[in-house]
């Protein structure tokens, strides 16, 4: 079916803890909370018209659950997908997101400046979150859309925001989160022969 034009829609697990704490996640595992449980159940009701194929998530918990309540009911092929795992933060893993304002913490800038950010000991910086992206998206999502009309990405807030500012073009690393999803946030893009279909991303469908 080379040469089809289909459908990607990339979702953001729900909510967590460490959320609702303001915490570094990265590659912990953090159950979701009631709520986020909820915000993946709703997405399931968004997204009941959909007759999807495939279904690419992140190895961590909290999305992978996300995507099980999301597509509950329906024999959809959820895969694990270890080039969607989050953002690691290294050392700063479970730090405060207070840290963002401060300068010496570790990190600092993250969300407010990312321009500035250092990616502490064991961390990984936008730069090759980017890289792992884009391999992601050739290795992975485009023979997957070759296969497959309808794809499901479900991953994290980070990764999402590189992927989406892939789709879009390319942005400055300043302007990265400004494709940031909510938690149990929806967005989607078109490709067609593997090539991004002009003005198809959207976010926040509701």
Same mark, same amino acid.
């Given at each position: $079916?080379?040469?089809m034009? +289909?459908?990607?829609?990339? $979702?953001r697990?729900?909510?967590? @803890?460490?959320?609702?704490?303001?915490? $570094?996640?990265g590659?912990v595992?953090?159950p =979701?909370t009631a709520?986020g449980?909820?915000?993946?159940?709703?997405a399931?009701?968004?997204?009941?018209?959909?007759?999807? *194929?495939?279904?690419?998530?992140?190895p961590? +918990?909290?999305a992978?659950e996300t995507?099980?309540?999301?597509?509950?009911?329906? *024999?959809?092929?959820?895969?694990?997908?270890?080039?969607?795992?989050?953002?690691?933060y /290294?050392?700063?893993?479970?730090? +405060?997101?207070?840290g #963002?304002? +401060?300068?010496?913490?570790?990190?600092?800038? @993250?969300?407010?400046?990312p321009? =500035? @950010?250092?990616?502490p000991i064991?961390?990984?910086?936008? *730069?090759?979150? @980017?890289e792992?992206?884009r %391999? #992601?998206?050739d290795?992975?999502?485009?023979p997957?859309v070759?296969a497959?009309?309808?794809?499901?990405?479900?991953?994290?807030?980070?990764?999402?925001?590189?992927?989406?500012?892939?789709?879009?073009?390319g %942005?400055?690393?300043?302007?990265?989160? !400004?494709? !940031?999803?909510?938690?149990g /946030?929806?967005?989607? #893009?078109?490709l067609?022969?593997?090539?991004?279909?002009?003005?198809?991303? %959207?976010? %926040?469908?509701?």
């Amino acid at each position: $079916m080379a040469g089809m034009r +289909s459908k990607v829609y990339f $979702m953001r697990h729900g909510e967590t @803890y460490w959320n609702v704490m303001g915490k $570094m996640q990265g590659q912990v595992n953090i159950p =979701l909370t009631a709520k986020g449980c909820q915000q993946a159940g709703q997405a399931a009701r968004l997204l009941e018209g959909i007759s999807f *194929d495939l279904c690419l998530s992140s190895p961590l +918990s909290r999305a992978y659950e996300t995507a099980e309540i999301a597509l509950a009911g329906r *024999d959809v092929p959820i895969v694990k997908e270890p080039l969607l795992i989050e953002q690691a933060y /290294g050392v700063a893993e479970g730090d +405060s997101h207070e840290g #963002f304002s +401060s300068q010496g913490s570790a990190v600092f800038g @993250y969300e407010t400046q990312p321009e =500035l @950010y250092v990616a502490p000991i064991g961390g990984v910086s936008f *730069d090759l979150l @980017y890289e792992r992206i884009r %391999r #992601f998206f050739d290795e992975v999502l485009v023979p997957a859309v070759q296969a497959h009309a309808h794809v499901l990405v479900v991953a994290h807030g980070a990764v999402l925001c590189a992927l989406a500012n892939m789709v879009a073009g390319g %942005r400055p690393i300043a302007s990265f989160w !400004k494709s !940031k999803l909510p938690n149990g /946030g929806i967005g989607s #893009f078109e490709l067609e022969s593997g090539v991004v279909a002009p003005e198809s991303l %959207r976010l %926040r469908i509701s």
